[in-house]
Nanobody, 124 residues
Framework: QVQLVESGGGLVQPGGSLSLSCRASGDIFGIHSMGWGRQAPGKQRELVASILTDGTRNYADSVKGRFTISRDNIRNIVYLRGNNLTPEDTAVYYC??????????????????WGQGTEVTVFS
């Protein structure tokens, strides 16, 4: 299968910035889309940013203009950088990847995987 491991996160002051990264590993055939979702306490998970192999990006309105997503297609890494953070950005941030992988029989199958999450807390 495909594993996703996030890094970054932590405590941030209001107005500060965040820098997250996530690397996908496993028997990967190709990754079509990589992205970041977040889940605040008591709320549903929302997809905040995604990026396709060709570089097409999409952002949730809540982060548009403040967050930037990028990816390294060679190393299967996706990055999320944000600035001007507010307490409303406090959440567990999860990496997502969708694509195809080689199963145990060397057949290509699709996958849609999430990482374990990394916590971002914005507080003064």
């Amino acid at each position: 299968q495909v594993q996703l491991v996030e890094s970054g996160g932590g405590l941030v002051q209001p107005g500060g910035s965040l820098s997250l990264s996530c690397r996908a590993s496993g028997d990967i055939f190709g990754i079509h889309s990589m992205g970041w979702g977040r889940q605040a306490p008591g709320k549903q998970r929302e997809l905040v940013a995604s990026i396709l192999t060709d570089g097409t990006r999409n952002y949730a309105d809540s982060v548009k203009g403040r967050f930037t997503i990028s990816r390294d297609n060679i190393r299967n890494i996706v990055y999320l950088r944000g600035n001007n953070l507010t307490p409303e950005d406090t959440a567990v941030y999860y990496c997502n990847a969708q694509g195809q992988y080689y199963n145990s029989h060397s057949k290509v199958e699709t996958f849609d995987s999430w990482g374990q999450g990394t916590e971002v807390t914005v507080f003064s």
